[in-house]
């Protein structure tokens, strides 16, 4: 094999590893922990969490919280150990789709300090929503 072959054939290598390489076990860690954390605490305060969905006009709250608090949950986990991916990816992604726009309605607040709250949460959630959908796109180009 002629040197020019052989340094082609490396960086093909290296290239053909780089998109299937997940994204790095601290961002896994730190994304799939907290949200993981913020699923146990919705199972620990069920109760809690119930009424304040149903205080939010949230139908079937008392099914809906329960089984998005799950979504969280299993993405998270999926997230941290990067096993399915895209379904991991996509519980989570439909968790903050379907909760931060509800829950989070700051628009809606009268009081100013609530509204500042509730300003801060949608904005977070956001982000975390940016850096899943990069951890989608990641899962799908490892297909």
Known sequence: ???EQSLESDQNRTLAKSTRDPPSLLSRILIGGALGYTAL???RQLDGQIAYAESKGVPYAEMLVPFSSGLLAIGSLG???WRV???ATG???S???GVTPIMHDFWN???EQQRQVEMYQFVKNVVILGAIIEFLYQ???QR
Do not use: H, Q, R, W
Request: net charge negative; charged share 25%.
């Open 95 to 97: 968790f903050l789709l």
């Open 91 to 93: 519980a989570i992604a």
């Open 85 to 87: 991916p895209i379904v």
């Open 79 to 81: 997230v941290i150990l």
């Open 1 to 3: 094999m002629e040197p």
């Open 41 to 43: 605490k919705n199972f």
């Open 109 to 111: 607040e009268d009081d």
């Open 139 to 141: 899962g799908i180009k």
